[in-house]
Protein backbone atom coordinates (compact mmCIF):
# COMPACT_ATOMS: atom_id res chain seq x y z
CA UNK A 1 0.00 0.00 0.00
CA UNK A 2 1.54 3.04 -0.75
CA UNK A 3 1.64 6.32 1.78
CA UNK A 4 -1.31 8.24 1.36
CA UNK A 5 -1.45 11.54 3.78
CA UNK A 6 -4.87 12.44 2.70
CA UNK A 7 -5.68 10.16 5.43
CA UNK A 8 -4.51 11.62 7.94
CA UNK A 9 -7.58 12.81 10.44
CA UNK A 10 -6.18 15.66 12.03
CA UNK A 11 -3.14 18.21 12.68
CA UNK A 12 -1.26 15.67 15.09
CA UNK A 13 -1.66 12.84 12.61
CA UNK A 14 -0.16 15.54 9.66
CA UNK A 15 2.63 15.98 11.84
CA UNK A 16 3.60 12.59 13.01
CA UNK A 17 2.39 10.79 9.77
CA UNK A 18 3.23 12.79 7.14
CA UNK A 19 6.50 14.67 8.44
CA UNK A 20 8.00 12.84 11.31
CA UNK A 21 7.75 9.68 9.73
CA UNK A 22 7.76 10.23 6.17
CA UNK A 23 8.91 13.61 4.84
CA UNK A 24 11.80 14.23 7.55
CA UNK A 25 13.66 10.64 6.89
CA UNK A 26 12.88 10.93 2.92
CA UNK A 27 14.70 14.29 2.90
CA UNK A 28 17.75 13.27 4.50
CA UNK A 29 16.78 14.81 8.27
CA UNK A 30 18.09 12.22 10.97
CA UNK A 31 15.77 12.85 14.29
CA UNK A 32 19.27 14.89 16.11
CA UNK A 33 19.03 17.37 12.74
CA UNK A 34 15.30 18.67 13.80
CA UNK A 35 13.14 20.34 16.30
CA UNK A 36 10.01 20.41 16.82
CA UNK A 37 7.87 22.88 19.09
CA UNK A 38 10.49 25.83 18.47
CA UNK A 39 9.46 29.10 20.17
CA UNK A 40 11.19 32.00 18.97
CA UNK A 41 9.50 35.04 20.68
CA UNK A 42 5.96 35.04 19.34
CA UNK A 43 6.96 32.95 16.97
CA UNK A 44 6.00 28.86 17.56
CA UNK A 45 7.64 26.69 14.88
CA UNK A 46 5.87 23.09 14.28
CA UNK A 47 9.38 21.77 13.14
CA UNK A 48 12.99 23.55 12.73
CA UNK A 49 15.26 21.43 10.50
CA UNK A 50 18.89 21.84 9.42
CA UNK A 51 20.73 20.95 6.83
CA UNK A 52 24.18 21.16 8.44
CA UNK A 53 24.68 21.00 12.19
CA UNK A 54 26.36 23.22 14.00
CA UNK A 55 26.55 25.18 17.12
CA UNK A 56 25.31 27.47 18.01
CA UNK A 57 22.54 27.64 15.35
CA UNK A 58 22.55 30.83 12.92
CA UNK A 59 19.46 32.34 11.81
CA UNK A 60 20.59 34.90 9.65
CA UNK A 61 21.67 35.68 5.89
CA UNK A 62 22.83 32.24 5.55
CA UNK A 63 19.87 30.30 6.76
CA UNK A 64 19.22 28.49 3.51
CA UNK A 65 20.62 25.72 5.85
CA UNK A 66 17.49 25.60 7.37
CA UNK A 67 13.85 24.79 6.74
CA UNK A 68 10.57 24.93 8.61
CA UNK A 69 7.67 22.96 8.38
CA UNK A 70 4.50 23.97 9.74
CA UNK A 71 1.43 21.84 9.42
CA UNK A 72 -2.57 22.36 9.88
CA UNK A 73 -5.52 20.07 10.64
CA UNK A 74 -6.51 19.06 7.18
CA UNK A 75 -10.00 21.08 7.63
CA UNK A 76 -7.61 24.11 7.63
CA UNK A 77 -7.32 25.93 4.11
CA UNK A 78 -3.72 27.00 3.65
CA UNK A 79 -4.62 30.24 2.19
CA UNK A 80 -5.34 31.17 5.51
CA UNK A 81 -1.71 30.57 7.18
CA UNK A 82 0.58 32.19 4.45
CA UNK A 83 0.63 35.86 6.08
CA UNK A 84 1.39 34.47 9.07
CA UNK A 85 4.42 31.98 7.14
CA UNK A 86 5.55 34.83 5.40
CA UNK A 87 6.02 36.23 8.92
CA UNK A 88 7.91 33.34 9.95
CA UNK A 89 10.42 32.87 7.06
CA UNK A 90 10.79 36.56 6.91
CA UNK A 91 11.49 37.51 10.09
CA UNK A 92 13.62 34.65 11.18
CA UNK A 93 15.75 34.72 8.00
CA UNK A 94 14.77 30.94 6.81
CA UNK A 95 14.88 30.22 3.38
CA UNK A 96 12.53 27.27 2.87
CA UNK A 97 9.16 26.51 4.81
CA UNK A 98 7.03 23.38 3.87
CA UNK A 99 3.53 24.15 4.99
CA UNK A 100 1.17 21.72 4.86
CA UNK A 101 -2.55 20.47 5.31
CA UNK A 102 -2.09 16.61 3.99
CA UNK A 103 -4.24 17.27 1.63
CA UNK A 104 -1.84 19.79 -0.10
CA UNK A 105 1.86 20.27 0.50
CA UNK A 106 3.28 23.50 -0.46
CA UNK A 107 6.83 25.02 0.14
CA UNK A 108 7.59 28.64 -0.43
CA UNK A 109 10.72 30.08 -0.87
CA UNK A 110 11.77 33.67 0.48
CA UNK A 111 12.44 36.25 -1.79
CA UNK A 112 14.06 39.45 -0.01
CA UNK A 113 10.99 40.82 1.61
CA UNK A 114 8.35 38.04 1.13
CA UNK A 115 8.25 34.60 0.21
CA UNK A 116 7.08 33.25 -3.41
CA UNK A 117 5.42 29.80 -3.87
CA UNK A 118 8.15 27.29 -5.24
CA UNK A 119 6.46 23.92 -5.18
CA UNK A 120 3.03 22.23 -4.60
CA UNK A 121 1.32 18.91 -4.60
CA UNK A 122 -1.37 17.09 -3.44
CA UNK A 123 -1.04 14.47 -0.60
CA UNK A 124 -1.63 11.81 -2.88
CA UNK A 125 0.97 12.89 -5.21
CA UNK A 126 3.43 13.24 -2.61
CA UNK A 127 5.18 9.85 -3.17
CA UNK A 128 5.47 10.53 -6.66
CA UNK A 129 6.82 13.96 -5.99
CA UNK A 130 9.42 13.31 -3.62
CA UNK A 131 11.98 13.80 -5.76
CA UNK A 132 11.16 17.05 -6.76
CA UNK A 133 10.64 17.92 -3.22
CA UNK A 134 14.34 16.78 -2.09
CA UNK A 135 15.42 18.98 -4.65
CA UNK A 136 14.06 21.91 -2.92
CA UNK A 137 14.65 20.73 0.64
CA UNK A 138 16.55 17.74 0.47
CA UNK A 139 19.54 18.03 3.34
CA UNK A 140 21.91 17.55 0.49
CA UNK A 141 20.14 19.55 -1.46
CA UNK A 142 19.97 22.42 0.57
CA UNK A 143 23.93 22.36 1.40
CA UNK A 144 24.71 22.31 -2.36
CA UNK A 145 23.20 25.95 -2.20
CA UNK A 146 24.99 28.57 -2.01
CA UNK A 147 25.39 29.85 1.72
CA UNK A 148 25.65 33.71 0.92
CA UNK A 149 22.89 35.70 -0.30
CA UNK A 150 22.77 39.30 -1.59
CA UNK A 151 23.03 41.81 1.42
CA UNK A 152 19.13 42.98 0.77
CA UNK A 153 18.49 40.33 2.83
CA UNK A 154 15.80 41.24 5.70
CA UNK A 155 17.54 42.23 9.20
CA UNK A 156 15.55 40.35 11.95
CA UNK A 157 12.81 42.16 12.99
CA UNK A 158 13.21 44.13 16.31
CA UNK A 159 9.43 42.96 17.41
CA UNK A 160 10.70 39.46 17.87
CA UNK A 161 11.49 38.67 22.06
CA UNK A 162 14.56 36.28 21.76
CA UNK A 163 15.30 37.25 25.85
CA UNK A 164 18.71 37.53 25.75
CA UNK A 165 19.76 37.11 22.81
CA UNK A 166 17.30 39.82 21.00
CA UNK A 167 19.08 42.41 23.19
CA UNK A 168 22.19 41.42 21.80
CA UNK A 169 20.67 41.70 17.93
CA UNK A 170 21.14 45.30 16.17
CA UNK A 171 19.48 45.14 12.73
CA UNK A 172 21.52 43.91 10.35
CA UNK A 173 23.01 41.13 12.68
CA UNK A 174 21.84 37.55 12.43
CA UNK A 175 21.02 36.05 15.45
CA UNK A 176 22.28 33.16 17.16
CA UNK A 177 20.88 30.72 18.71
CA UNK A 178 22.83 28.27 21.28
CA UNK A 179 21.02 25.23 22.40
CA UNK A 180 21.57 23.72 25.13
CA UNK A 181 21.56 20.27 24.00
CA UNK A 182 18.32 19.22 23.47
CA UNK A 183 16.33 18.72 20.23
CA UNK A 184 13.39 20.53 21.53
CA UNK A 185 14.28 24.60 21.41
CA UNK A 186 12.23 26.56 23.67
CA UNK A 187 12.47 30.18 24.42
CA UNK A 188 13.80 29.94 27.69
CA UNK A 189 16.83 27.35 25.77
CA UNK A 190 17.49 30.12 23.54
CA UNK A 191 18.88 32.29 26.21
CA UNK A 192 22.33 31.84 26.05
CA UNK A 193 24.09 35.16 24.84
CA UNK A 194 26.35 34.50 21.45
CA UNK A 195 29.69 34.08 22.59
CA UNK A 196 31.63 37.99 22.40
CA UNK A 197 34.15 36.55 19.47
CA UNK A 198 31.88 34.61 17.30
CA UNK A 199 32.08 34.95 14.03
CA UNK A 200 29.28 33.71 12.19
CA UNK A 201 31.09 32.76 9.11
CA UNK A 202 33.29 30.61 10.89
CA UNK A 203 30.32 29.31 12.85
CA UNK A 204 28.62 28.51 9.41
CA UNK A 205 31.89 27.33 7.61
CA UNK A 206 33.01 25.19 11.23
CA UNK A 207 32.62 21.42 10.99
CA UNK A 208 29.47 21.19 10.03
CA UNK A 209 28.28 17.87 11.28
CA UNK A 210 29.48 18.57 14.83
CA UNK A 211 27.63 17.02 17.63
CA UNK A 212 25.25 18.54 19.82
CA UNK A 213 25.29 16.52 23.22
CA UNK A 214 22.85 14.82 23.80
CA UNK A 215 20.41 15.14 27.38
CA UNK A 216 17.81 13.14 27.90
CA UNK A 217 15.15 14.13 30.46
CA UNK A 218 13.90 11.83 32.75
CA UNK A 219 9.91 12.43 33.90
CA UNK A 220 8.91 10.63 36.91
CA UNK A 221 5.20 10.28 37.69
CA UNK A 222 4.33 10.02 41.35
CA UNK A 223 1.37 10.34 43.79
CA UNK A 224 1.62 8.59 46.91
CA UNK A 225 -2.28 7.52 46.37
CA UNK A 226 -3.13 5.13 44.69
CA UNK A 227 -5.71 4.84 41.38
CA UNK A 228 -5.07 8.13 40.73
CA UNK A 229 -3.98 7.60 37.29
CA UNK A 230 0.23 7.71 37.31
CA UNK A 231 0.26 4.29 35.05
CA UNK A 232 -2.69 5.69 32.51
CA UNK A 233 -0.63 8.97 32.39
CA UNK A 234 3.08 7.25 31.82
CA UNK A 235 1.43 4.90 29.15
CA UNK A 236 -0.50 7.51 27.33
CA UNK A 237 1.94 10.44 27.75
CA UNK A 238 4.82 8.34 26.39
CA UNK A 239 2.80 7.89 23.17
CA UNK A 240 2.17 11.25 22.52
CA UNK A 241 5.62 12.00 22.90
CA UNK A 242 7.13 9.32 20.66
CA UNK A 243 4.19 10.47 18.02
CA UNK A 244 5.71 13.42 18.45
CA UNK A 245 9.00 12.20 16.85
CA UNK A 246 10.72 11.90 20.59
CA UNK A 247 12.36 8.68 21.37
CA UNK A 248 11.17 7.75 24.48
CA UNK A 249 11.61 5.22 27.34
CA UNK A 250 9.07 4.10 29.75
CA UNK A 251 10.62 2.50 32.90
CA UNK A 252 7.94 0.74 35.55
CA UNK A 253 9.21 1.35 39.15
CA UNK A 254 6.51 -0.14 40.29
CA UNK A 255 6.63 -3.80 41.38
CA UNK A 256 2.45 -3.98 40.20
CA UNK A 257 3.78 -3.89 37.39
CA UNK A 258 0.78 -2.50 35.96
CA UNK A 259 2.96 -0.42 33.08
CA UNK A 260 4.84 -3.69 31.90
CA UNK A 261 0.54 -5.01 31.61
CA UNK A 262 -0.01 -2.09 29.91
CA UNK A 263 2.73 -1.91 27.50
CA UNK A 264 1.83 -5.66 26.33
CA UNK A 265 5.21 -6.78 27.75
CA UNK A 266 3.05 -9.94 29.34
CA UNK A 267 1.95 -12.21 26.85
CA UNK A 268 2.55 -15.40 29.12
CA UNK A 269 -0.33 -16.68 30.77
CA UNK A 270 1.33 -18.90 32.57
CA UNK A 271 3.91 -18.07 34.94
CA UNK A 272 6.03 -21.00 33.70
CA UNK A 273 6.53 -19.19 30.39
CA UNK A 274 7.41 -15.71 32.27
CA UNK A 275 10.50 -14.31 30.49
CA UNK A 276 10.62 -11.17 32.73
CA UNK A 277 11.40 -12.56 35.91
CA UNK A 278 15.28 -12.49 35.45
CA UNK A 279 15.26 -9.66 33.62
CA UNK A 280 13.84 -6.56 34.72
CA UNK A 281 14.41 -3.42 36.42
CA UNK A 282 15.69 -5.44 40.22
CA UNK A 283 18.18 -6.55 37.64
CA UNK A 284 19.04 -3.00 36.36
CA UNK A 285 19.44 -2.03 40.05
CA UNK A 286 21.04 -4.74 41.73
CA UNK A 287 24.08 -5.34 39.40
CA UNK A 288 26.81 -3.02 38.81
CA UNK A 289 28.71 -4.63 35.87
CA UNK A 290 25.88 -6.24 34.22
CA UNK A 291 22.32 -5.43 33.04
CA UNK A 292 22.23 -2.31 31.13
CA UNK A 293 19.52 -0.53 30.06
CA UNK A 294 19.92 -1.59 26.69
CA UNK A 295 19.73 -5.28 27.67
CA UNK A 296 17.11 -5.41 30.15
CA UNK A 297 14.46 -3.01 27.85
CA UNK A 298 11.92 -4.68 25.71
CA UNK A 299 10.27 -2.83 22.85
CA UNK A 300 6.77 -2.43 22.91
CA UNK A 301 4.03 -2.13 20.26
CA UNK A 302 1.28 -0.78 22.37
CA UNK A 303 1.67 2.31 20.49
CA UNK A 304 3.08 2.96 17.07
CA UNK A 305 5.75 4.10 17.09
CA UNK A 306 6.77 1.40 18.99
CA UNK A 307 8.37 3.07 22.64
CA UNK A 308 11.05 0.79 24.64
CA UNK A 309 9.94 -0.20 27.96
CA UNK A 310 12.04 -1.34 31.19
CA UNK A 311 9.93 -4.10 32.49
CA UNK A 312 8.85 -4.75 36.53
CA UNK A 313 8.15 -7.68 38.13
CA UNK A 314 5.75 -8.72 41.23
CA UNK A 315 9.30 -10.32 42.98
CA UNK A 316 10.31 -6.27 43.06
CA UNK A 317 9.12 -6.19 46.32
CA UNK A 318 10.33 -8.72 48.08
CA UNK A 319 13.84 -7.33 47.12
CA UNK A 320 13.06 -4.08 48.70
CA UNK A 321 14.86 -4.49 51.64
CA UNK A 322 18.05 -6.22 49.95
CA UNK A 323 18.31 -3.49 47.56
CA UNK A 324 18.27 -0.50 50.10
CA UNK A 325 20.87 -2.15 52.23
CA UNK A 326 22.70 -1.81 48.85
CA UNK A 327 24.51 1.78 48.87
CA UNK A 328 24.99 2.36 45.23
CA UNK A 329 21.09 0.78 44.14
CA UNK A 330 19.78 4.32 44.83
CA UNK A 331 22.40 5.68 41.93
CA UNK A 332 22.08 2.73 39.86
CA UNK A 333 19.53 3.70 37.42
CA UNK A 334 21.06 7.27 37.26
CA UNK A 335 24.06 5.91 36.15
CA UNK A 336 23.18 3.51 33.70
CA UNK A 337 20.47 6.21 31.69
CA UNK A 338 24.04 7.75 31.14
CA UNK A 339 25.13 4.82 28.81
CA UNK A 340 21.37 5.64 26.80
CA UNK A 341 21.92 9.51 26.55
CA UNK A 342 21.96 9.39 22.99
CA UNK A 343 19.26 6.69 22.05
CA UNK A 344 16.54 8.64 23.91
CA UNK A 345 15.07 11.85 24.11
CA UNK A 346 12.75 11.28 27.26
CA UNK A 347 12.22 9.01 29.93
CA UNK A 348 9.47 8.31 31.63
CA UNK A 349 9.54 6.83 35.17
CA UNK A 350 6.17 5.19 36.36
CA UNK A 351 6.24 4.75 40.35
CA UNK A 352 4.45 2.56 43.21
CA UNK A 353 1.59 4.58 45.53
CA UNK A 354 4.18 4.64 48.08
CA UNK A 355 6.94 6.30 50.16
CA UNK A 356 9.58 3.51 49.44
CA UNK A 357 13.00 2.84 48.07
CA UNK A 358 11.56 2.43 44.48
CA UNK A 359 10.11 6.08 44.26
CA UNK A 360 12.80 6.96 45.96
CA UNK A 361 14.93 6.29 43.30
CA UNK A 362 12.25 7.70 40.96
CA UNK A 363 12.82 10.61 42.49
CA UNK A 364 16.60 10.58 42.52
CA UNK A 365 16.85 10.23 39.21
CA UNK A 366 14.46 12.37 37.28
CA UNK A 367 14.72 15.94 36.40
CA UNK A 368 11.12 16.83 36.53
CA UNK A 369 7.90 15.82 38.30
CA UNK A 370 4.09 15.19 37.19
CA UNK A 371 2.08 14.47 39.78
CA UNK A 372 -1.41 13.10 38.62
CA UNK A 373 -4.30 13.80 41.05
CA UNK A 374 -8.27 13.07 41.06
CA UNK A 375 -8.23 16.39 43.72
CA UNK A 376 -10.16 14.84 46.19
CA UNK A 377 -9.60 15.05 49.49
CA UNK A 378 -7.61 11.81 50.16
CA UNK A 379 -5.30 12.71 47.14
CA UNK A 380 -5.15 16.25 47.89
CA UNK A 381 -3.89 14.85 51.93
CA UNK A 382 -1.60 12.60 50.00
CA UNK A 383 0.41 16.25 48.36
CA UNK A 384 1.45 16.57 51.95
CA UNK A 385 3.15 13.64 52.04
CA UNK A 386 4.67 14.13 48.32
CA UNK A 387 5.77 17.41 49.16
CA UNK A 388 7.80 16.69 52.17
CA UNK A 389 8.99 13.18 50.31
CA UNK A 390 10.36 15.50 47.39
CA UNK A 391 12.05 17.66 50.17
CA UNK A 392 14.13 15.23 51.61
CA UNK A 393 14.95 13.67 48.25
CA UNK A 394 16.35 17.17 47.28
CA UNK A 395 18.34 17.21 50.15
CA UNK A 396 19.88 13.65 49.04
CA UNK A 397 20.04 15.22 45.53
CA UNK A 398 22.20 18.40 46.87
CA UNK A 399 24.78 15.94 48.27
CA UNK A 400 25.39 14.58 44.95
CA UNK A 401 25.39 16.95 43.04
CA UNK A 402 21.91 17.25 41.31
CA UNK A 403 20.05 19.90 41.51
CA UNK A 404 16.22 20.09 42.76
CA UNK A 405 13.40 18.01 40.88
CA UNK A 406 11.60 20.65 39.35
CA UNK A 407 7.79 19.82 39.57
CA UNK A 408 6.03 20.44 36.41
CA UNK A 409 2.95 20.82 38.61
CA UNK A 410 -0.07 18.52 39.89
CA UNK A 411 -2.06 16.96 37.00
CA UNK A 412 -5.85 16.82 36.80
CA UNK A 413 -6.63 13.06 36.17
CA UNK A 414 -9.82 10.84 36.20
CA UNK A 415 -11.76 14.00 36.80
CA UNK A 416 -15.77 13.86 36.15
CA UNK A 417 -16.87 15.27 32.55
CA UNK A 418 -20.18 15.74 34.13
CA UNK A 419 -21.15 19.61 32.85
CA UNK A 420 -22.09 21.02 36.01
CA UNK A 421 -18.88 19.66 37.99
CA UNK A 422 -16.64 21.01 35.37
CA UNK A 423 -18.37 24.46 35.73
CA UNK A 424 -18.39 24.84 39.14
CA UNK A 425 -16.84 22.34 41.43
CA UNK A 426 -13.59 21.60 39.40
CA UNK A 427 -12.42 25.64 39.04
CA UNK A 428 -12.64 25.29 42.93
CA UNK A 429 -10.38 22.43 43.31
CA UNK A 430 -7.94 23.44 41.18
CA UNK A 431 -7.86 26.48 43.21
CA UNK A 432 -7.10 24.80 46.21
CA UNK A 433 -4.08 23.42 45.11
CA UNK A 434 -1.85 25.65 45.18
CA UNK A 435 -3.94 27.87 47.93
CA UNK A 436 -3.16 25.65 50.26
CA UNK A 437 -0.21 23.08 49.14
CA UNK A 438 1.67 25.65 47.56
CA UNK A 439 1.83 23.31 44.24
CA UNK A 440 1.23 24.38 40.53
CA UNK A 441 -1.45 23.07 38.77
CA UNK A 442 -0.87 21.63 35.33
CA UNK A 443 -2.93 23.45 32.55
CA UNK A 444 -3.38 20.11 30.78
CA UNK A 445 -6.59 17.86 32.47
CA UNK A 446 -7.17 14.08 31.94
CA UNK A 447 -10.91 13.53 31.95
CA UNK A 448 -12.76 10.21 33.22
CA UNK A 449 -13.05 8.39 29.62
CA UNK A 450 -13.96 4.84 29.42
CA UNK A 451 -11.48 4.75 25.98
CA UNK A 452 -8.91 5.18 28.44
CA UNK A 453 -9.69 1.99 30.45
CA UNK A 454 -11.03 -0.31 27.65
CA UNK A 455 -7.31 0.52 25.65
CA UNK A 456 -5.56 -1.10 27.76
CA UNK A 457 -8.08 -3.96 28.69
CA UNK A 458 -7.84 -5.08 24.84
CA UNK A 459 -7.44 -8.76 23.85
CA UNK A 460 -6.42 -11.12 21.01
CA UNK A 461 -7.12 -14.39 20.23
CA UNK A 462 -4.47 -16.81 19.92
CA UNK A 463 -5.82 -20.42 19.31
CA UNK A 464 -7.92 -20.94 21.93
CA UNK A 465 -6.29 -18.59 24.28
CA UNK A 466 -6.77 -14.74 25.45
CA UNK A 467 -3.66 -13.08 25.21
CA UNK A 468 -3.45 -9.25 26.27
CA UNK A 469 -2.82 -6.70 23.32
CA UNK A 470 -3.32 -3.23 24.74
CA UNK A 471 -3.58 -0.20 22.88
CA UNK A 472 -2.27 3.52 23.53
CA UNK A 473 -5.49 5.68 23.42
CA UNK A 474 -4.27 6.73 20.14
CA UNK A 475 -4.29 3.38 18.29
CA UNK A 476 -7.51 2.42 20.32
CA UNK A 477 -9.77 5.49 19.85
CA UNK A 478 -7.10 8.29 17.62
CA UNK A 479 -9.82 11.13 17.40
CA UNK A 480 -11.91 10.83 20.87
CA UNK A 481 -11.42 13.35 23.12
CA UNK A 482 -8.15 11.19 25.58
CA UNK A 483 -6.28 11.05 22.43
CA UNK A 484 -6.45 15.44 22.35
CA UNK A 485 -6.30 15.72 25.41
CA UNK A 486 -2.92 13.80 25.74
CA UNK A 487 -1.76 15.15 22.61
CA UNK A 488 -2.28 18.89 24.90
CA UNK A 489 -0.77 17.20 27.73
CA UNK A 490 2.39 16.37 25.37
CA UNK A 491 2.74 19.95 24.19
CA UNK A 492 2.35 20.79 27.77
CA UNK A 493 5.15 18.68 29.00
CA UNK A 494 7.62 20.10 25.92
CA UNK A 495 7.34 22.84 26.88
CA UNK A 496 7.95 22.51 30.57
CA UNK A 497 11.68 20.60 29.81
CA UNK A 498 12.14 22.81 27.33
CA UNK A 499 14.37 25.39 29.58
CA UNK A 500 16.18 23.04 31.56
CA UNK A 501 20.00 21.14 31.06
N1 LIG B 1 -8.76 9.32 33.00
C1 LIG B 1 -9.23 8.09 33.23
N2 LIG B 1 -10.42 7.73 32.74
C2 LIG B 1 -10.93 6.51 32.98
N3 LIG B 1 -10.31 5.57 33.71
C3 LIG B 1 -9.10 5.88 34.24
C4 LIG B 1 -8.50 7.14 34.01
N4 LIG B 1 -7.29 7.15 34.64
C5 LIG B 1 -7.17 5.95 35.22
N5 LIG B 1 -8.25 5.18 35.00
C6 LIG B 1 -8.51 3.83 35.52
O1 LIG B 1 -8.36 3.90 36.93
C7 LIG B 1 -7.65 2.78 37.41
C8 LIG B 1 -6.37 3.26 38.11
O2 LIG B 1 -5.58 3.96 37.16
P1 LIG B 1 -4.01 3.80 37.13
O3 LIG B 1 -3.62 2.38 37.21
O4 LIG B 1 -3.52 4.60 36.01
O5 LIG B 1 -3.67 4.52 38.50
P2 LIG B 1 -2.30 4.46 39.33
O6 LIG B 1 -2.18 5.75 40.03
O7 LIG B 1 -1.20 4.06 38.45
O8 LIG B 1 -2.61 3.31 40.33
P3 LIG B 1 -1.56 2.62 41.32
O9 LIG B 1 -1.32 3.62 42.39
O10 LIG B 1 -2.21 1.40 41.81
O11 LIG B 1 -0.32 2.34 40.54
C9 LIG B 1 -7.36 1.92 36.20
O12 LIG B 1 -8.37 0.94 36.12
C10 LIG B 1 -7.48 2.85 35.02
O13 LIG B 1 -7.92 2.20 33.86
MG1 LIG C 1 0.18 2.51 38.61
Request: aromatic fraction near 8%; hydrophobic fraction near 35%; glycine fraction near 4%.
Amino acid sequence: MSFNPELCRNESEVESKLIVSYLLPKLGYPPETWHQEVAFGTIRLDFLAFATQVIPFVLDANSPLSVVMEAKSPRQNLDRHVLKFRRYLTSLNVKYGLLTNGHFIRIYERVPNDIRLAFECTGKEVEARIDNIYAIIGRESLKEKPVIESPDILPIQNNLSLGSVNQEVSDSQPVILTPQGSRNLTNSEVQSPPPANLNTQSVLNSSSEEKRKPSVKVIAVYHNKGGVGKTTVTVNLAAALSRKGKRVLVIDLDSQANTTFATGLIKFDDEEEDNLKECNIRHVLQSEDFYSIQEVAKESQFNNPEIDVVPAHITLMQYENELNQLDYSKLMLLQKLKDVEDKYDIVIIDTPPSLNLYARIALITSDYLIIPSDLKPFANQGLLNVKDFVKKTNEFRKFIGKDKIEVLGVLPCKISTNARFREYTLPAHIELVPKRYDLKVMKSIIYQREELSKCLETSQDVGNMQIPDPKSVFDYKPDGDSAKEFEQLAKEVLKGIGGKK
